[in-house]
């Protein structure tokens, strides 16, 4: 049974409520129509004026497994209360100067609500980077929500941050339990559907990924999951042309960091094409030329990388070296 405390920020079908929370309960338009279009209230579809329910009333296809919206009923939000204002940052590590200068240009960007993009390397620790805008809002009483379009991603922040932060964190994705009210929420992108005005701070992680990248509902998601005065934050260690095209037009700040945390420049692979590969190859040998860079490695234990072609191809190359490293062990 569904606790009212539970559905502050949250967005609900009436079918999901009791009528006892329905009356303490905003309502918006579940289906609106602009231009002629019918459009959904909670995701932004577009609806096909082919779905209809017997009855006559329009429907979303596009959501349909978070509930059905239907243009005979209403939708139903509780708007969100500040929680309890208290210290919540336990973690004790030290960032490095280029993270420093990160996590502060994010602080900076939250006084100011600038929406911003933080385009860092993999692995230049881009989670420990956002600990102090995170425990920023929360110590002020605020909700802060980090989401990711993986599961994986969701399961190894929270992780992470059940460590770092003292308060409690809900954890939302397909399969997880129920939800329950915290400060601090981590979601799956699609989780941010069943919100509404919800968070302060949210925080996107892998904006480049699918299935967030290119989707018009999880970009609505976000717009409609926060406050009108949030601040949001996408993280990303490749960019997309639409965050790009956001950043020239000024309407979202970007912070870089080229480097991963021990201060070493990336590895830049070095191109060698090899013009007789596959002649070599058919003939059951490997080519000179990669014969002396496969010995190299042998030697060094550098990372080297072999492409080829076809996967049957592949199979060949991965026999003859295989062959190769027993006869040299």
Known sequence: MLELQDCLGRIF????????????AKEIPSIREEKGKLHCGRCNSLIERENQLPVGAYYCRECLILGRVRSDQ??????????????????????????????????????????TLVHAVTGAGKTEMIYQVIARVIDRGGSV????????????????LKEDFSCEIALLHGESEAYFRSPLVIATTHQLLKFYRAFDLLIVDEVDAFPYV??????????????????TIFLTATSTDELDKRVQKGQLKRLSLPRRFHGNPLTIPQKVWLSDFQNYLQK?????????????????QFPLLIFAAEFKEERILLRLCRSLCRMKS
């Not at 409520?17 to 009356?23: K, V």
């Not at 990669?290 to 060094?300: A, D, F, N, V």
């Open 13 to 24: 079908t009436e079918s999901q409520l009791e009528s006892s929370l329905r009356a303490q």
């Open 74 to 115: 209403k939708l139903y939000y509780f708007p969100q209360e500040d929680f309890p204002k208290k210290q919540v940052l336990k973690w004790q590590g030290q960032l490095t100067e280029f993270q420093g200068k990160v996590s502060k240009g994010l602080l900076d960007a939250l006084e100011k609500r600038q929406n």
């Open 145 to 160: 929500c980090l989401a990711s379009p993986r599961i994986d991603v969701c399961l190894e922040l929270y992780r992470r």
């Open 214 to 231: 290119d989707n018009p509902i999880l970009y609505h998601a976000v717009e409609r999951s926060v406050k009108e005065d949030a601040t």
């Open 284 to 300: 059951k040998k490997i080519a000179p030329k990669l014969l002396k860079y496969i010995e190299k490695q042998r030697k060094t």
